[in-house]
Nanobody
Framework: QVQLEESGGGLVQAGGSLRLSCAAS????????MGWHRQAPGKQRQLVAG???????SLADSVKGRFTISRDNDKNTVYLQMNSLKPEDTAVYYC?????????WGQGTQVTVSS
């Protein structure tokens, strides 16, 4: 069983910053990729950012230039630095890990950006 503990969400004004963290623990054989999805009210869940064990990253076009993803392999932790936040970034953010076979998901952390 894998547990993912997210932190760092909250309320921030437009233009502000937040840093999300997600620490994985439990029966982790390996982690090929880690990252974040988000889901806004009435919308489908979408990939925000991902990072492979090689360090290669991918970002959604809507967050490029504003968000940065990084990971600490020793701590099995992934981070999402979010700058220049916009009201449209408001969503529940879910972290994930992929071990090459299955995804494991966190419970989600709310990010609210006020205008």
């Amino acid at each position: 069983q894998v547990q993912l503990e997210e932190s760092g969400g909250g309320l921030v004004q437009a233009g502000g910053s937040l840093r999300l963290s997600c620490a994985a623990s439990g029966s982790i054989f390996r982690i090929n990729a880690m990252g974040w999805h988000r889901q806004a009210p009435g919308k489908q869940r979408q990939l925000v950012a991902g990072i492979r064990s090689s360090g290669d990253t991918s970002l959604a076009d809507s967050v490029k230039g504003r968000f940065t993803i990084s990971r600490d392999n020793d701590k099995n932790t992934v981070y999402l630095q979010m700058n220049s936040l916009k009201p449209e970034d408001t969503a529940v953010y879910y972290c994930y890990i992929h071990d090459g076979f299955v995804y494991s998901w966190g419970q989600g952390t709310q990010v609210t950006v006020s205008s």
